[in-house]
């Protein structure tokens, strides 16, 4: 006789991962709704509840933060599988799309900031939500033109043999799109996702602190948070905001991004047997965990709907297809041309006629001294990080221990080493040009990092054996195994390293602790101040000279080198 065991039902509905999963989930949303509290609330409120520097704020303080970040990184995603996927399809698209990215990335955060800023506070009059709308837009323009060049990238460099197999399995452009191009393309998405969410991090305090002209907005937030204690010189309140950043990278890195770098491993172009593969007990969790399962197949089965739905065309479109394509040419050129005149005729009014000479030269002269920093500074960090993120690379378990220190180090924004560095400028009369020049690649070093560990970790395990029974190793490995395999993920952290680095000159280059300001001369600078004082003319000038200057060596210098490296070294 069969013994009754009255939990059997329960135990068959739901395991210790489905309570433990549920138990997640429940805080998220509990995590949300807390978060949006006051989202409609008048501004006046933020005048009549100020920012204060009591730790016990702080645990709040970080969760509207972390909303807003990962509000941002959902929009930047949507943005990446879109637009990258857009210029990386079509040629006549791509000619266009691909040069405004690199505008995009060149422009400030602050330059985005002055400009919007208005636009987003008239969609919710008088409402804490115009403000929350604009510090998220900050925080998505600091987050989203990484993770579109790493997905374009890496959607140009698709093995031809797995592109061939998706031609004989018949797949229709939509399937392809997501049985073949995301999961490639994933691995480098999410080493770069991390990236862009320390990127967010290192720009906190000027997407939640607004100050443009006579707009002065402070969201309660850990942006806002260090910006008042800089303003107060409190060193304890500084530490306080470093100890909640660390404890926060480190939640979200167990719960989110370790096991998502573990659950892409599966999307290796090739796996190496015997090799330890990545593990996450919060993967082991949701695995195992019957109500994700169920959303699992749920996003499935609606991917497979909508597959069957695009249909394929086996068939190739004859003759009727030449006229209007050479009709659509027209009209696509019509259209960039007809865009081309109108920024020309904005130009021409809003700065050429309103710019003496001199200070064009002055802007352009600035636009140099930057430009030479940025080029030292990736040059040494290229030097210091490209070794180390190849050894990461080729081992898993190194690339687990090394994930989380460098989201903490790539986080951290330049604005708490202000005290340390105007303190040693001061005292030891230092000149500024040189001294806080280290502070424009403090976050943005580790897109190159992030990006060889990537590269390093596809290399195909039999080409490092072949190379290892060939007894190729020194420098001749590095010539013919290492810097090959790695060089298009190389020059796609570089790009983004070197147009990040621009961007952080505007908080590099003006560093204030208190009433005491350390100022090098540059770009960057000139930004800085033009937006305090609210002049929109100059704020337009820099924006537009720091852009020329990006979008030059990115067309002369960076992108020869990536198409290079992606038709000379692309795994076929």
Known sequence: ????????????????????????????????????????????????????????????????????????????????????????????????????????????????????????????????????????????????????????????????????????????????????????????????????????????????????????????????????????????????????MLIVILAYDQLIFRPLVAWVDRFRVEQEPGAKVPDSWALTMFRRSRIIQAATLAFHAAVMFTSRAVKRKDEPEAPLSVKPKRSFDWLWVALIVAAVVAGLWHIVVVLIQNTPLREALQVCGLATLTMLRVFILIALASLIWVPIGVWVGMRPRAAQIVQPIAQFMAAFPANLLFPIAVYGIVKWKLNPDIYLSPLMILGTQWYILFNVIAGASSIPAEMRYVAANFRVTGWLWWRKVALPAILPFYVTGAITASGGSWNAAIVAELATWGDTHVQARGLGSYIAEATTAGDFHRIVLGIGTMSLFVVVINRFFWRPLYYYAERKYRLT
Request: aromatic share 14%.
């Open 1 to 244: 006789m069969k013994r009754f065991e009255p939990f059997l039902i329960l135990r068959d509905l739901a395991t210790r991962w489905d309570v433990l999963a549920f138990i997640v989930v429940i805080g998220l949303i509990v995590f949300l709704g807390e978060t949006s509290r006051g989202l409609f609330a008048p501004l006046t409120a933020l005048e009549t509840t100020p920012m204060s520097l009591d730790p016990l704020h702080l645990p709040e303080y970080a969760a509207r933060t972390t909303f807003r970040m990962f509000a941002a990184l959902a929009l930047s995603l949507v943005f990446t599988l879109t637009y990258a996927t857009w210029a990386a399809k079509s040629e006549r698209a791509g000619k266009l799309l691909v040069p405004i990215l690199d505008i995009l990335q060149s422009v400030p955060i602050l330059g985005f900031i002055s400009v919007t800023v208005v636009f987003f506070m008239s969609l919710a009059p008088g409402r804490v939500l115009g403000a929350e709308f604009a510090a998220i837009f900050a925080i998505f323009t600091s987050q989203a033109w990484n993770m579109a060049f790493s997905f374009y990238q890496s959607l140009r460099t698709v093995p031809t043999e797995l592109i061939e197999a998706a031609e004989s399995f018949r797949l229709s452009p939509w399937m392809r799109f997501w049985q073949l191009e995301v999961p490639f393309g994933m691995p480098a998405l999410i080493w770069n996702m991390m990236m862009s969410m320390s990127g967010g991090w290192f720009f906190v305090v000027a997407s939640e602190s607004i100050s443009v002209g006579h707009t002065t907005v402070a969201l309660p937030g850990v942006g806002s948070y260090i910006a008042l204690a800089i303003e107060q010189k409190n060193l304890t309140a500084i530490g306080w905001a470093i100890a909640t």
